[in-house]
T-cell receptor, first 110, second 114 residues
Framework: GQNIDQPTEMTATEGAIVQINCTYQ??????LFWYQQHAGEAPTFLSY????GLEEKGRFSSFLSRSKGYSYLLLKELQMKDSASYLC???????????FGSGTKLNVKP | DVKVTQSSRYLVKRTGEKVFLECVQD?????MFWYRQDPGLGLRLIYF???????EKGDIPEGYSVSREKKERFSLILESASTNQTSMYLC?????????????FGEGSRLTVL
């Protein structure tokens, strides 16, 4: 089966940097995805890693180490609108199925 | 932009009723998925489909069935709704092939079973 772990909740200050970690154990790994979900809304795609290393996309970066089964999402220059849940998801080669962690609720305070 | 549309945002049904949740996508995606989202449990895969008339069970298929008669439409059916099926249901679609293949989600259908 698949096992994906991420912290339940984090709090950070506006303007700061926050790192949200995700560890996974999976068979047939075919990519790691991060999604953002505001309360009452659908998840939206943030980033994708399939090879080891860092992918940067504006204020958001995502890192992957396949040998360690580890990823993180880095958010810089935090804004109040970044308050949301962040979902770590692993895609597998088996029909391209996605498996999700429970999500990390990020609270950004002034 | 890809659009995934779910037919109902909010539904209230009674125990034992048959419930249909409809999902339509407009970008010719091969893959379609139904998830349910519950606090503390994250998104759990109920069923998915990688082609018309094809369906595969996810991790929690019990009490659900699906239908995919057309490529753009994927329906989730609760044959006899029960209170433990009260949840947020999310439909998603994705492309096959050498693309990023990220999931695109609908707005969700919040189902309450009384």
């Amino acid at each position: 089966g698949q096992n994906i772990d991420q912290p339940t909740e984090m709090t950070a200050t506006e303007g700061a940097i926050v790192q949200i970690n995700c560890t996974y154990q999976t068979s047939g790994f075919n990519g790691l995805f991060w999604y953002q979900q505001h309360a009452g809304e659908a998840p939206t795609f943030l980033s994708y890693n399939v090879l080891d290393g860092l992918e940067e996309k504006g204020r958001f970066s995502s890192f992957l180490s396949r040998s360690k089964g580890y990823s993180y999402l880095l958010l810089k220059e935090l804004q109040m609108k970044d308050s949301a849940s962040y979902l770590c998801a692993v895609r597998t080669y088996n029909f391209n199925k996605f498996y999700f962690g429970s999500g990390t609720k990020l609270n950004v305070k002034p | 932009d890809v659009k995934v549309t779910q037919s109902s945002r909010y539904l209230v049904k009674r125990t034992g009723e048959k419930v249909f949740l409809e999902c339509v996508q407009d970008m010719d995606h091969e893959n379609m998925f139904w998830y349910r989202q519950d606090p503390g449990l994250g998104l759990r895969l109920i069923y998915f489909s990688y082609d018309v008339k094809m369906k595969e069970k996810g991790d929690i298929p019990e009490g659900y069935s699906v239908s995919r008669e057309k490529k753009e439409r994927f329906s989730l059916i609760l044959e006899s709704a029960s209170t433990n099926q009260t949840s947020m249901y999310l439909c998603a679609s994705s492309l096959q092939g050498p693309t990023t293949g990220e999931l695109f989600f609908g707005e969700g259908s919040r189902l309450t079973v009384l």
